[in-house]
């Protein structure tokens, strides 16, 4: 006696099967059937990760190994953004660093989600929060300005509270 219900198809073929593991994966370029914004993504990954690994390294080692900690406060980073090249530095790393980040979320959501309209709402409030975070983030690093009623102010009240 046959079933009644028919066997669901799969939204992508292969999605789960080990011949399909490293067909986007991370060694192989994406092939000429790819669309330029895949071949973007894919240059992007790998130029964005290497750039990063040496930004961070060199962020990690001046922010906490070559200075103290407790020295990094606010009139240390007020000296340090009197250099324009620091806010570049500064700039570059939120960016690749975000969308180095955001460009992974879309490929796990491309992975993982398999309805098409969960993906592109999953993907468009990834982007939303991305967008919103580097605002705030870039406009922080551009505008900043040493304030010194800022310090008086903030140090007293720390110094009220305190004692």
Request: net charge positive; charged share 10%.
């Amino acid at each position: 006696m046959a079933s009644k219900t028919a066997a669901r198809p799969a939204l992508r073929p292969n999605a789960g099967s080990a011949a399909n593991v490293n067909s986007y994966g991370s060694t192989r370029r994406p092939g000429p059937s790819a669309s330029g914004w895949e071949t973007f993504s894919w240059y992007f990954f790998r130029v964005s990760g290497v750039a990063l690994v040496f930004l961070a390294l060199i962020h990690v080692f001046i922010m906490h190994v070559s200075n103290d900690v407790s020295q990094t406060v606010y009139d240390y980073v007020a000296n340090r953004y009197n250099n324009p090249f620091w806010r570049v530095y500064d700039l570059l790393l939120l960016t690749l660093a975000l969308f180095h980040g955001l460009n992974g979320l879309r490929i796990a959501s491309d992975d993982y989600i398999r309805s098409r309209g969960w993906r592109l709402a999953t993907q468009s409030v990834l982007f939303f929060i991305a967008i919103t975070f580097w605002l705030m983030g870039s406009m922080t690093i551009i505008t900043f300005q040493k304030n010194e009623n800022i310090v008086n102010t903030v140090g007293a009240l720390f110094h009220a509270l305190i004692h």
